[in-house]
């Protein structure tokens, strides 16, 4: 087998879940080979390097091998090798870090996990580093 579909190596290498939501992806201008856009039909091989765009981050694999059967996610590494570079993932780990204040919109009441790092990132010890000083005069002179 010299040459497999995009979408069907995606989901078989477990980068999507599905290979409906890896053509979709395709789909959605997401999936690009050397920069340009690639439909879910489009023939990979050996040697390919395919930036898939999941927000905020591009992931960049080269194909080692081609295989239309999923596999178990031990074997993942035979087949392809992450060669996505470390700033996209230092995109994505200060995504992390401020996750619940660059919440998009439409996304509805913040969950209780998202309160909690709320309270833990603005908590009642973050007031302590203010000096507050009041100039009350009780005398109205």
Same mark, same amino acid.
């Given at each position: 087998?010299?040459?497999?579909r ?8 477990? @980068?999507?879940k599905?290979?409906? !939501? *890896?053509a979709?992806a395709?789909k959605k201008n997401r999936v690009?080979?050397? $920069?340009v /856009?690639?439909? *879910?039909?489009?023939m990979i091989?050996v $040697?390919?390097v @395919?930036q898939?765009r999941k927000?905020? !981050?591009t ?10 059967r999923?596999?178990? *996610?031990k074997m993942v590494?035979?087949y392809l090798? /992450?060669v996505?570079t470390a700033?996209?993932?230092? !995109?994505l780990?200060? /995504?992390k !870090?401020s996750?619940f204040?660059?919440r998009?919109? $439409? ?5 209780k996990?998202?309160?909690?790092e709320l309270?833990?990132f *603005?908590?009642?010890?973050?007031m ?5 000083d009041f100039?009350?005069?009780?005398? /109205?002179?």
């Open positions: 087998m010299a040459e497999v995009i979408d069907k190596w995606m989901w078989a290498t477990r @980068i999507f599905t290979r409906t !939501i *890896a979709e395709c690009m080979i050397q $920069g /856009n690639v439909k *879910a039909s489009r091989k $040697g390919d @395919i898939v927000p905020p !981050i992931y960049s694999f080269k194909v080692l091998e081609v295989t239309e999923r596999m178990g *996610a590494p035979q090798e /992450n996505t700033d996209q993932y230092e !995109i780990e200060l /995504n !870090i996750g204040v660059d998009a919109k $439409g996304m509805g009441r913040p969950t996990k998202d309160r909690r309270e833990q *603005a908590g009642p010890d973050a302590d580093d203010f000096d507050f100039d009350f005069d009780t005398d /109205n002179e």
